[in-house]
């Protein structure tokens, strides 16, 4: 079974702050994303990443960055924690190979999701 | 305009309904589609893909119109159990990123 796994569930911060989430899958998969969920608007991308050292910014990158130095690994990093930034934070990845299993193909992974409050 | 529509609901039907969710998507060259489950303070998962032919998985049933634009998902016999944010999700264009559109959300609440 694919496992993705996000090193906090629950973080409190202070406005300013820089704040590390870090996101790690076992599945050797090629792609991994970073998401906020907040109520009414879904969940949005904030950066993607579909190889090691390579990122690509999704729809809401503004006050954030990523790191992928490893193939496992995706972190992402607010610079300057602000209070608009309080959400639940999702990591997922997915392969870009194709298997027998027809869904398993641009199937997203997900974490269970970090739920950061800025104060 | 949203790239992916839906109506948010909530949707709240006796058990043993049927029950119906649309989805509409903007980019006429999206290729994949899929319906995502998220269970209350949980993370999402796939319920299963959409295929242009429609297909059906026990109580589920996808289907999509291209020429519309358009993807449902039929539920037929909620359970309680079914209780839960259906995710409409489409492949962004036709390359190779991975990167997926969701849609907000429909809330179904089943009751006894």
């Known amino acids: 079974d694919v496992k993705v796994t996000q090193s906090s569930r629950y973080l409190v911060k202070r406005t300013g702050e820089k704040v590390f989430l870090e996101c790690v899958q076992d599945?050797?998969?090629?792609?991994m994303f970073w998401y906020r969920q907040d109520p009414g608007l879904g969940l949005r991308l904030i950066y993607f990443?579909?190889?090691?050292?390579?990122?690509e910014k999704g729809d809401i990158p503004e006050g954030y960055s990523v790191s992928r130095e490893k193939k496992e690994r995706f972190s992402l990093i607010l610079e300057s924690a602000s209070t608009n930034q309080t959400s639940m934070y999702l990591c997922?990845?997915?392969?870009?190979?194709?298997?027998?299993?027809?869904?398993?193909?641009?199937?997203?992974?997900f974490g269970p999701g970090t739920r950061l409050t800025v104060l | 305009r949203k790239e992916v529509e839906q109506d948010p609901g909530p949707f709240n039907v006796p058990e043993g309904a049927t029950v119906a969710f649309n989805c509409t998507y903007s980019?006429?060259?999206?290729?994949?589609f899929f319906w995502y489950r998220q269970d209350c303070r949980k993370e999402p998962k796939l319920l299963m893909s959409v295929y242009s032919s429609g297909n059906e998985d026990g109580r589920f049933t996808a289907q999509l119109n291209r020429a519309s634009q358009y993807i449902s998902l039929l539920i037929r016999d909620s359970k309680l159990s079914d209780s839960a944010t259906y995710l409409c999700?489409?492949?962004?264009?036709?390359?190779?990123?991975?990167?997926?559109?969701f849609g907000q959300g429909t809330t179904l609440q089943v009751k006894p």
């Open positions: 999700v489409v492949k962004a264009g036709s390359g190779n990123t991975g990167k997926l559109i």
């Open positions: 997922a990845s997915s392969s870009r190979i194709r298997t027998s299993r027809k869904a398993s193909y641009n199937e997203q992974f």
């Open positions: 599945m050797d998969h090629e792609n």
């Open positions: 990443s579909y190889d090691v050292k390579m990122k």
């Open positions: 980019n006429s060259a999206s290729q994949s």
